[in-house]
């Protein structure tokens, strides 16, 4: 077990109004409902759920939202989990690659971000069992 860490935050949204939110229902190979990913008729592996780690926004100056990541969380890096299936709340999530940063990223934010970024820019994850995450949530790796 890598160990276990806290959901700061959730940001979802159509894309030019991403706002934080206390709680959202994930579906299974759908996404998170309510966000511009979700996908009724089944997401691409890898985007149904992005997560970022809350001490890379801090180090950089953005906030969850601004990073365009849906969930925030602190305590593990999450690089170590791709390949890895792990619980977010209570969906069951596995982890397939890096969420690098992109142009668009910073043509929203400012200069040099995704050099910043560069390899913590999140975790792209399939989502493998539905269920609900909130602020406050634990997630567990085992």
Do not use: W, Y
């Not at 160990?3 to 579906?27: K, M, T």
């Not at 390949?83 to 992109?102: A, Q």
């Amino acid at each position: 077990m890598i160990g276990s860490v806290n959901v700061e935050g959730i940001n979802i949204g159509p894309s030019d109004a991403i706002v934080p939110v206390e709680s959202v229902s994930v579906l299974a190979g759908k996404g998170v409902e309510g966000d511009r990913h979700f996908r009724d008729d089944g997401a691409k592996p890898g985007q149904a759920l992005t997560l970022i780690d809350a001490e890379a926004l801090e180090e950089v100056g953005l906030t969850g939202a601004q990073s365009r990541r849906q969930v925030v969380v602190r305590g593990v890096p999450l690089n170590d989990l791709v390949g890895r299936r792990f619980r977010v709340g209570d969906v069951e999530c596995l982890g397939v690659e890096l969420c690098e940063p992109c142009l668009h990223l910073q043509e929203l934010t400012r200069p040099g971000i995704i050099k910043d970024l560069l390899h913590r820019g999140g975790l792209n994850v399939d989502v493998l069992r539905d269920g609900q995450i909130r602020v406050g949530d634990k997630v567990v790796v085992s």
